[in-house]
C-alpha cells in the first residue's frame, strides 16, 4: 500500500492492483475530458465494504441513465477486493468505484482506496452548519427530462463542489439545495433528513435528486423500530421548524445539522438513535 492509498483498474479481463502513483487513465478519456462518467463511494469499515451491495445498485442505475457498457457486479467486486486488501482494518476507508466512457470504445472502470478525512470524521463526531442555497431548477423538471440525468451519480460534480466552497466562504460546513419554487432537494453530496411530528421525513426522488443508500437503511430501520417514516415535499421552513435535520452520506453517516443560514438548532437528542439505527443495518 503506497502511502495509505491504493489503486485497482480493469485490465485485460480482471482486475489489477497498480501503484497509487501509477496513471491508469489517458488524457484522452471522456471522463477526464467532460465528466462522462459515473461514480459511488464506499465505506471501509473493519477492512472489508457492508455496503457495497446497495452502492453496486445505484452504479448500475447510473450507468444505465448515461448509457454506459454495462460492468458486471462481479468485476466490481473484484475490483473493490483488489483495492482493499491488505487494508488495516482499525482504519476506515472510503473506496470509489469509478466508471468513464474512457476513450474511443474503451470504458475506464477502476476503484481508489484512501482514509476517510479527518474532518469528515469530526462532523460525523461534532455536527455541521449548513446553508440553504437554489439549485437554479423547478422540482419537477429532470423528471420530464432525461438528458438531466436526474437520479444518476455522474462525475459532472463542479456546482455541487462550488456550492460546498460558497457555504465554507460564509462560514458553514455544508449546503441544502432547494428548488426554484423553494422545494428542499439534497445536499451536494447528501441526502436530506428531518424529524417533526414524530415522523422521518425525507425529499421525494421524483425531483431528480440522487436515491440515498444510507436514508433507505435508516428508514428500513426506523419503521422496523417503530418509528414512522414519510416521503415529504418540504421546505426551508419545515428544516428551521423541525425537531432534528441531518444530512446522511455513505461515508459521513448521519451528521446532525447544528445551525441552519445562521441560526442554530438542536436535535432533541435523536442524532444518538438514528447513529444506532444504522449501526443496526
Known amino acids: 500500500m503506497d ?3 491504493a489503486v485497482a483498474v480493469w485490465r485485460d479481463g480482471g482486475a489489477v492492483r497498480v501503484p497509487a502513483d501509477q496513471p491508469v487513465v489517458t488524457a484522452f478519456d471522456a471522463g477526464l475530458a467532460r465528466g462522462d462518467g459515473v461514480f459511488e463511494s464506499v465505506l471501509v469499515d473493519g477492512g472489508a465494504t457492508p455496503r457495497l451491495a ?6 448500475q442505475r447510473s450507468t444505465a441513465l448515461l448509457d454506459l457498457p454495462a460492468v458486471p457486479d462481479e468485476h466490481w467486486r473484484a475490483l473493490v477486493a483488489a483495492v482493499i486488501d491488505g487494508w488495516p482494518a482499525g482504519v476506515e476507508g472510503v473506496c470509489r468505484l469509478f466508471l468513464t466512457r474512457g476513450e474511443g470504445a474503451s470504458p475506464t472502470a477502476l476503484a481508489l482506496l484512501a482514509p476517510v478525512g479527518a474532518d469528515v470524521l469530526a462532523q460525523r463526531r461534532d455536527g455541521i452548519s449548513v446553508v440553504a442555497l437554489t439549485y437554479g431548477l423547478a422540482a419537477d423538471v ?3 427530462a432525461p438528458w438531466l440525468l436526474g437520479g444518476a451519480k455522474t462525475l459532472s460534480y463542479a456546482v455541487n463542489m462550488a456550492a460546498q466552497r460558497h457555504a465554507h466562504a460564509v462560514g458553514a460546513d455544508d449546503v441544502v439545495f432547494t428548488s426554484v419554487e423553494g422545494r428542499l432537494l439534497e445536499g451536494p ?3 436530506v433528513v428531518w424529524a417533526a411530528g414524530g415522523t422521518l421525513h425525507t425529499p421525494p426522488v421524483d425531483t431528480g435528486i440522487l436515491a440515498g443508500t444510507t436514508q ?3 428508514f428500513a430501520a426506523a419503521e422496523a423500530d417503530g418509528w414512522p417514516t414519510a416521503v415529504s415535499d418540504g421546505t426551508v421552513a419545515d ?3 423541525a425537531d432534528a435535520v441531518w444530512l446522511l452520506s455513505g461515508i ?3 451528521a446532525r445539522v447544528t445551525a441552519l443560514d445562521g441560526v442554530a438548532r438542536g436535535d432533541a437528542g435523536l442524532t444518538a438513535r438514528v447513529q444506532e439505527l444504522l449501526a443496526r443495518r
Open 216 to 218: 433507505a437503511r435508516l
Open 3 to 5: 502511502g495509505a492509498r
Open 239 to 241: 428544516l428551521h421548524g
Open 142 to 144: 429532470r423528471a420530464g
Open 252 to 254: 459521513r453517516g448521519a
Open 189 to 191: 453530496t447528501s441526502t
Open 54 to 59: 446497495d452502492h453496486l445498485v445505484r452504479l
